[in-house]
């Protein structure tokens, strides 16, 4: 339907232009033909001129203007679909998808039929993954465009994520029947057939996917592909003897894919660990410098069997001094018989080399050739990395140190001493080796970036950041050009490490980073919409849409959101105080000694704060410059992108609804992070502190069907009790959600009180530290008069039987008073005995024997700084004394 308003032949002659000037990014030239046609008196209210005028505003950066000119337009000219088209693709710049999707149908209420309309709202409807909607607006293309292959392409592709497999199948066959002449190595229609054999796959058609891509595996030109899924789909129609020699012949090609070897023996139907075992000798033979055949045999083998096979694997390892060779092994060590094996070898191999210079006493008898020097020092580093694993720092220690003594400058010693000091629970002394081995290679970016790693795991974020500077651009600062990287490592142990320090904000902020990758990576979607489409990578596309569904059930994002959720939660607990309501101290009843020392003190931090304010301002005037930059390439390259807040700490960690903001992290996570027990646990402590029953009820019920032993969820149910009785004393509960709870809870507890069922928990669990813990933390819970009680219960627990890990979160309980109350007496004693039994961990050190500890390095460095400037004294005195007898020489 036209305009209301349309134009006559002149002004439309400039309107035309001025499309083409936005097309074009013209964006100077297309505001002075918008002037033009507004200039007339007859048009100066013409929508579709204002329209487009607050379009290439906002293309110009000029984002209130534009929406006020958009917004005019369409007031004056509610029925032209080029107004609401305009409002729609102002409100996608804005990624306001929703609303955009609303404008482009009002704009199709008025011009049903036009394409660029049709495909726009396509694009933000896959975006969104409306799928029902996108298969419509796909076959209202098809209808308008029935002769182009994107039509049929994206007509079947939206039946495809719908799972009507059959109507993709068939609209994928009469597309195929319809093309007349397909050239040699038609590399986008080699790719139609395989998608749709993809499809056929999908909808378990198997003997018809296996006919087709025999029919048309002349027209494939990705053999490799071909020859996969044709193996795969043989095994699956029991047709194993057709499998065998494809994936002989894939094993030829590459002799390092492990899932060839899996395939091939399910073709051949070899289950017997002996039978499996021969046929991989069979490819040790055939391919002698291959690693599959020789490591996969020690995932079946047992026994004798296995002593022999991983004898072999290991002493090749050792001899040609492979670093990963423990890494490749670890997996073994999960059953104790195979790791028992491997420490028996190990140990064998260090003794017979340390004697002889030969793996064992047979080989030294049989006048074997000795082995490289090298190998010991690799094996008595495979026997270090072997205890750690097994948390015996000390053996762990002791094999190191032999490795260093040999070799003191082989940097993977360095690196392990530094990991086995990390296990014990000392991550200073951990990241002084990581130094020490960056230090050997600076050059080297994994080194580099793992003694970065350490840093942070030691609370050293600012030296953290200086290691990084060495490979980042220079003239911006290294946090700001990691965080353009997308270096969601260092971002997730930043956050972790301002938790640990209590600056939350700082924490938040890293959190909100990691979040915005994510939210980009999602929006990068939109650059492969029309392009895998045009380019034909429909396998890639489907793969990457299906990606983008699960992103955020990434490791780097579950990490960023818990540390947000636990510190969001930390400040509901514990608001911070704002600066307004800090209580100052009352000077006038100072003596004049103390007021002396206050005095000097606060000479001392304004002098400390007008240089850090100083500092600071120089890096927000760089931070702004490189902001400013960033923002123009953006201008150039995104002009529709919308410019983001930046994450300032001090408003993260003072927000008026911390809970409402720990939600917004949550929900991604109990969507895509369901099968992991931490997410409802940590539901429930949100809605916990927001007295939402039915919802904790919900977090609890989930957390049951993914572990029902888990000991935290002991203690959420005792909460939760609790907490609907409360709630039930002050007013009573809806008929119908007291029927939920009713039934609720005698699933729970049966007929059982709290009290009784936090007793027969801890009988049941009396053997497990963690179940104790929650039952000690419920036992307090409900009766504060039992506090003694509940302390003895988790400190009487024999520390020999813990780990590390658990006696620290059993000490922090007690250090903190958060759990049991404030127990300094019995923390001290805890601590005290804990550091007897891990007296590597750090947690469990005195201060003054950390602070001891660091004099005695400092003077230990300042020795070696003392030697090393007497050594360059002698040299250069030496030098000269060479230098003076050589000019004496010439002179005579």
């Not at 720092?393 to 940097?411: C, G, K, M, Q, S």
């Not at 000091?421 to 002084?432: I, S, T």
């Not at 949550?666 to 402590?685: M, Y």
Request: charged residues 30%.
């Amino acid at each position: 339907m036209p305009s209301n308003d349309p134009l006559p032949p002149k002004e439309g002659a400039l309107f035309r232009k001025l499309l083409k000037c936005y097309e074009l990014k013209q964006y100077k030239n297309g505001l002075k033909l918008a002037k033009q046609i507004l200039s007339n008196p007859k048009y100066m209210e013409h929508g579709e001129t204002l329209a487009m005028k607050g379009l290439t505003l906002n293309g110009l950066g000029r984002r209130e203007e534009a929406y006020k000119y958009v917004r005019l337009g369409l007031r004056n000219d509610l029925r032209s679909h080029v107004c609401w088209h305009v409002y729609g693709l102002l409100q996608r710049s804005d990624k306001k998808y929703d609303e955009a999707i609303k404008c482009y149908r009002n704009a199709l209420k008025w011009e049903k039929d036009n394409l660029q309309i049709l495909k726009d709202l396509s694009l933000l409807q896959i975006q969104m993954r409306d799928l029902e909607g996108y298969k419509e607006t796909r076959h209202h293309l098809f209808t308008l465009r029935p002769s182009q292959q994107a039509s049929w392409i994206g007509f079947a592709m939206s039946y495809h994520l719908v799972r009507d497999y059959d109507m993709a199948n068939n609209i994928l066959e009469t597309f195929s029947q319809s093309q007349n002449s397909i050239e040699a190595h038609d590399y986008r229609h080699s790719e139609l057939l395989l998608y749709q054999n993809q499809i056929l796959i999908e909808s378990e058609r198997l003997q018809q996917a296996l006919d087709h891509l025999i029919k048309y595996e002349p027209q494939i030109v990705d053999k490799l592909a071909v020859r996969e899924t044709m193996g795969d789909l043989y095994i699956k129609l029991q047709q194993q003897e057709k499998a065998v020699p494809i994936f002989e012949s894939l094993i030829r090609r590459n002799p390092e894919n492990v899932l060839y070897y899996e395939q091939y023996l399910a073709a051949r139907q070899l289950t017997d660990p002996s039978a499996v075992v021969a046929a991989y000798r069979v490819f040790q033979e055939q391919y002698p410098r291959a690693l599959c055949p020789r490591r996969l045999p020690l995932n079946v083998a047992s026994g004798s069997e296995f002593r022999i096979v991983a004898d072999e694997y290991l002493r090749r390892g050792l001899r040609k001094g492979i670093p990963p060779l423990f890494v490749n092994v670890r997996t073994l060590h999960q059953k104790s018989e195979k790791a028992t094996t491997i420490e028996e070898l190990a140990l064998q191999y260090f003794e017979n080399l340390t004697r002889s210079g030969h793996f064992s006493r047979e080989d030294a008898d049989a006048g074997v050739p000795v082995e490289p020097a090298s190998a010991l020092v690799w094996t008595a580093l495979f026997l270090a990395q072997h205890y750690d694993y097994m948390r015996d720092t000390d053996r762990a220690l002791e094999y190191i140190n032999v490795a260093i003594d040999h070799t003191p400058t082989l940097i993977e010693l360095l690196i392990t001493k530094g990991r086995i000091f990390k296990h014990a629970g000392d991550p200073v002394e951990a990241y002084v080796w990581l130094e020490e081995a960056q230090s050997m290679d600076t050059a080297d970016r994994y080194i580099n970036s793992k003694c970065a790693k350490y840093m942070l795991r030691a609370n050293m974020v600012s030296e953290a950041e200086e290691i990084c500077a060495k490979f980042t651009r220079e003239g911006v600062s290294a946090m700001d050009n990691l965080n353009e990287m997308q270096c969601m490592w260092f971002q997730t142990e930043c956050a972790l490490a301002y938790q640990r320090m209590g600056r939350w904000g700082e924490s938040l902020k890293k959190c909100h980073e990691v979040e915005r990758h994510f939210a980009e990576i999602v929006e990068d979607q939109f650059d492969f919409h029309t392009y895998c489409m045009r380019k034909m990578t429909l396998r890639a596309y489907v793969g990457l849409l299906r990606l983008e569904d699960v992103l955020r059930q990434h490791p780097f994002y579950f990490k960023a959101a818990k540390c947000a959720i636990e510190v969001y939660i930390r400040l509901y607990d514990k608001p911070l105080k704002s600066e307004a309501t800090i209580e100052e101290i009352d000077i006038e009843n100072l003596p004049p000694s103390e007021l002396k020392k206050l005095r000097s003190k606060q000479r001392k931090a304004k002098k400390k704060a007008e240089l850090e304010s100083a500092q600071a301002a120089q890096a927000q005037v760089k931070r702004e410059q490189h902001q400013k930059s960033k923002q123009q390439a953006n201008q150039e390259t995104d002009p529709d992108a919308p410019q983001l807040d930046e994450l300032v700490a001090d408003k993260l960690e003072r927000t008026d609804d911390p809970l409402e903001k720990a939600i917004d992290f949550l929900k991604p996570l109990q969507q895509l992070a369901k099968e992991r027990i931490e997410t409802h646990l940590l539901a429930f402590e949100v809605y916990y502190r927001k007295n939402k029953l039915l919802l904790m009820l919900q977090s609890i019920q989930r957390a049951r069907a993914v572990n029902p032993s888990h000991p935290e969820l002991h203690s959420c149910i005792i909460r939760f009790m609790k907490s609907l009785a409360a709630t039930i004393k002050q007013q009573p509960l809806n008929d119908h959600v007291q029927q939920v709870l009713d039934k609720a809870t005698k699933e729970l507890i049966g007929n059982r009180t709290p009290q009784q069922l936090n007793d027969e928990f801890i009988a049941k669990h009396n053997a497990s530290i963690l179940h104790l813990y929650e039952g000690a933390r419920s036992l307090y819970e409900l009766d504060h008069s039992k506090r003694a009680a509940a302390i003895k219960l988790v400190t009487s627990f024999n520390l020999s039987k813990m780990t590390l890990e658990e006696a620290i979160k059993v000490y922090t309980a007690l250090r903190d008073g958060d759990v049991f109350g404030e127990c300094d007496s019995e923390a001290a004693a805890y601590q005290q005995a804990c550091h007897e039994r891990f007296q590597y961990a750090r947690v469990f050190r005195n201060v003054e024997e950390l602070e001891a500890q660091l004099q005695e390095k400092e003077a230990a460095k300042l020795r070696a700084e003392e030697e090393q400037q007497q050594l360059n004294h002698i040299n250069f005195s030496s030098s000269e004394q060479v230098s003076d007898s050589v000019t004496a020489a010439a002179a005579s």
